[in-house]
């Protein structure tokens, strides 16, 4: 993009002038328009201003510190030496304007000073240890003031080829230096490449590449699977599938990034050695080996030291048991047979037994004058209708002959309610013996002192930690057994999740894990897990200490959540669970059947009300 100047500013500096050179106001002058105007248009607040050390430099310096304290943007003023190479300079530089990093850089020295700043910028990520972000985070203003000068840069812009935001500004040589140039770097899938600014100028059109966040960087991610996060092996290489990487899939997406997965030698969390540094996953993030740490972390303060969690966490979870039931832990089927209904539901069935054969005897048989029937054996006939009655709720078909209209009203409301008691009692006992639902331990004390049980957790991991360190007496209590434990039997603190799934599976022993819930889920749904609550647990992923990346990922997770897009709920998901919510047997109260009293007693109260009618009738015919 060519941007031409109506007017000249005229300055008169002690510069010696070569044959056929223009004189330099008349460089300065377009020079200093076409920054004005893209700082214009960047509406940029702060900056770090850089400059070479060359007397032809000097007045464009000086119109530009005008500009600067006329727009109020602070600023802080290099100007380039051999010092400026220093690592700490960048650093200090990184850290007081990240993540807003935008920096003017007059350049009236040799091209080949310019390429060398440019080229340790664009390698200083890689010498920070992971500590800056440059490439990303970093938006440069290359000003070249003498259309003159080699247009080098632009034909070598394989000098910087990981920073993103890149712009030159340079005059062109014609009548009156009138006009200028402005390039910026675009990524292509070849590299990148400095074209032409596209009008109308904005700050997407000077800096493309903002919108596409990270540019595809090659990040190094170290990982351990778990349980949200699996791995299986294909072809002699490891495949990472589950929740996790759904999540990693739509992150590196939005953040537009390439990455690799790579694990720590011996496969291990990572515990602190005597000289304070860490193995394992933990002692990658420590010495800045990858740039996130994407695994299951349960945020504690130990771990704040070496890594820095990302927030919002991915699920909150509780520390919580692991086991299989006993095959002997069944109800007796004496006492499960009883089970269906509660005890004021059998107390209501009786009562209303008593209630309704009561009624039903005095209207069909103790007022002989109701019916022109012949009268029935007063002994057998009420023992019959007892049996009748009490058939009828064990749905039993025995021949029971009403004799008026009244007690046909009165046994049909009897059926229907047998018939709706029935079914729910053996439904529920159908239910009940075939899932039976005990839970054997209610809280930790239980396990502790269930001596026929073992018990273990994670080694190296915060669940140890806990119990390790905890005041808590049951804690303290539990750690105790798990070190005697130990004494006969190593993998009561082993550090693989599945060593103790299956050793849950095979004998008494109950894991003390983090979310014992999705536990259940990837193994097996013979395995129970505990409904009470040891630990509340932040579950999430981070990144080593002082990175510039967490700032973009939070903000992706913060998305994330407040658009619902990935919700942690293994309730909802777990086939499990499903099973277990579905054969979950709780006993039938009174509240839950009461329609069908209720239809019991208008149909004895429409029964009586029938039977007051025929005794008017009668009693009309009669006289």
């Known amino acids: 993009m060519a941007i031409c100047s109506n007017f000249h500013i005229v300055m008169l500096v002690g510069i010696t002038l070569t044959e056929g050179q223009p004189f330099m106001s008349e460089v300065w002058t377009p020079t200093v328009e076409l920054v004005t105007n893209v700082l214009n248009v960047l ?32 600023r802080i003023v290099y100007k380039q030496s051999d010092s400026f190479f220093q690592i700490n300079l960048w650093t200090s530089i990184h850290s007081q304007f990240f993540p807003h990093i935008h920096l003017v850089y007059i350049s009236c020295s040799s091209l080949q000073k310019m390429n060398d700043m440019m080229r340790i910028i664009n390698d200083f990520d890689s010498m920070s240890n992971r500590t800056t972000d440059f490439r990303s985070k970093s938006q440069w203003l290359l000003v070249r003031p003498s259309p003159n000068q080699n247009d080098g ?13 890149v712009a030159l500004i340079q005059p062109i040589q014609n009548e009156n230096y009138s006009c200028g140039t402005i390039k910026t770097l675009t990524k292509t899938h070849c590299g990148g490449i400095f074209t032409n600014v596209r009008k109308p100028l904005s700050k997407s059109t000077i800096y493309p590449n903002l919108r596409f966040k990270w540019n595809k960087r090659h990040l190094v991610i170290g990982t351990l699977p778990f349980i949200l ?28 990034f390439t990455y690799e997965l790579v694990e720590p030698v011996g496969e291990i969390w990572g515990t602190e050695t005597a000289n304070n540094t860490f193995t394992g996953l933990l002692g990658m993030s420590q010495k800045h080996e990858v740039d996130i740490i994407f695994a299951e972390f349960v945020i504690t303060n130990e771990r704040r030291n070496i890594m820095e969690f990302i927030l919002p966490s991915m699920f909150t979870t509780t520390l919580g048991l692991i086991y299989k039931e006993p095959e002997g832990a069944s109800l007796q089927s004496w006492v499960a047979i009883f089970r269906p209904f509660s005890t004021n539901v059998y107390i209501f069935l009786m009562i209303s037994f008593l209630y ?119 804690f303290q209590a539990a750690w105790e057994k798990i070190i005697e434990f130990n004494r006969t039997d190593p993998g009561v603190l082993s550090e693989d999740v599945f060593f103790h799934v299956d050793k849950a599976l095979t004998s008494r022993y109950v894991f003390i894990v983090v979310n014992p819930l999705a536990v259940q889920m990837i193994s097996h749904c013979k395995l129970k897990y505990s409904k009470f609550y040891i630990a509340l647990q932040y579950v999430t992923f981070g990144v080593p200490v002082n990175s510039p990346l967490k700032k973009d990922i939070e903000q992706f997770m913060s998305l994330v959540f ?40 208008v149909g004895i109260a429409f029964s009586l009300f029938v039977l007051m009618v025929e005794i008017c009738i009668t009693k009309y015919n009669r006289n």
Not at 231 to 256: F, I, W
Not at 388 to 396: D, I, K, S, Y
Not at 578 to 600: C, H, R, V, W
């Open 43 to 74: 509406q940029w607040k702060h900056l770090t201003f850089i400059h070479s050390n060359e007397r032809q430099c000097w007045p464009i310096v000086e119109q530009l510190q005008k500009y600067f304290d006329e727009q109020n943007i602070s």
């Open 153 to 165: 840069l632009v034909d070598n812009y394989v000098t910087i080829p990981d920073l993103c935001h």
């Open 229 to 256: 996060l699996k791995r299986r092996t294909e072809n002699n290489q490891s495949v990472y599938y589950g929740n996790m990487m759904k999540l990693l899939t739509a992150m590196s997406t939005y953040l537009n």
């Open 356 to 474: 309704f054969l009561t009624i039903y005897i005095i209207i069909d048989v103790v007022i002989p004058w109701y019916c022109n029937c012949s009268q029935i054996d007063d002994g057998f006939g009420i023992l019959f209708i007892v049996f009748a009655l009490f058939g009828c709720l064990t749905q039993e078909s025995i021949d029971i002959k009403p004799r008026t209209r009244s007690s046909h009203i009165l046994l049909i409301s009897w059926w229907l309610f047998s018939i709706a008691m029935a079914a729910t009692y053996i439904a529920n006992l159908s239910s009940l013996l075939l899932v039976p639902k005990v839970e054997t331990f209610s809280n930790l004390e239980d396990l502790i002192n269930a001596n026929d049980w073992k018990f273990g957790l994670l080694g190296q991991s915060s669940s140890a930690t806990l119990f390790e360190t905890s005041s808590v007496p049951s």
């Open 562 to 601: 407040e658009n619902r897009i990935y919700e942690y709920s293994l309730e909802n998901h777990t086939r499990c669970e499903k099973e277990d919510k579905t054969s979950e047997i709780q006993p039938i109260y009174l509240g839950n059947i009461i329609g069908a009293f209720l239809m019991l007693f």
